[in-house]
């Protein structure tokens, strides 16, 4: 069966601006030009719902100039967004500038009712922050089993997380979905993001497809 939804950890893009003598800042809009590319090709794959790591909650501690520069490209992409995906955000907005925020909410309102894939981006997030955050509500209802405490998670709506892909080579999550990452397989690519092409979204999708899924069984 092929992978309903599938999350990428956009790595790399810091050091492919570097090696194309570029300043940091410029590999972010790279790295977003790669996104639409990589979005596009796991839609046309049947692909339901893509989850990608665009900001972590630890990336706060980066140069101001460098987060500026995320913060501007991310702006822009939710103020220009005119595409047929369904945009949604998960992580902590409350302490994002209220412009970047208020064009978070502005996307999600403009293209909730789009008929495409949806997109779910982490932004200003952290796993574990994720995790305290649904345990806490399922707490204050009473209600502390599996199924309540996955309705608060910021993937909820979305279905279960089959794989996720981490490029630029590093073997680690870095707070990535770890609580749906029980399951999910696992890849790893040296290759680094903006240089992602629709061909390795074909080849990863295609890997998946060959894995034996156990589940513990
Ligand atoms: C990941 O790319 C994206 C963000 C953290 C926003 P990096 O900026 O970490 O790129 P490298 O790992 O330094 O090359
Ligand atoms: C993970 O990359 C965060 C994003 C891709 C947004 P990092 O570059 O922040 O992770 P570490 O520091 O290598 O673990
Ligand atoms: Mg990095």
Redesign the pocket.
Known sequence: MGANHVGF??????RWATAHGLSRAEGYAYGLIALRKVAKRCEERGVKAVS?????T??IA?PTDEINAIFGVVEKFNLTYDGRFKICYMGDFSTLPDKLADSIESVEQRTADNEGMTLNI?FN?GGRADIIHAAKIAYDHGEFIEDTFEKNLGSSRLPALDMIV?T?G?K?L???MLYEAAYAELFFLDKL?PDMQESDVDALLEDFEKRTRKFGK
């Open positions: 950890i956009m790595d790399g893009n810091g990608v790591y665009a900001f972590s630890e990336n980066r982490a997030y981490r630029g590093e680690r870095s707070n990535f993001w």
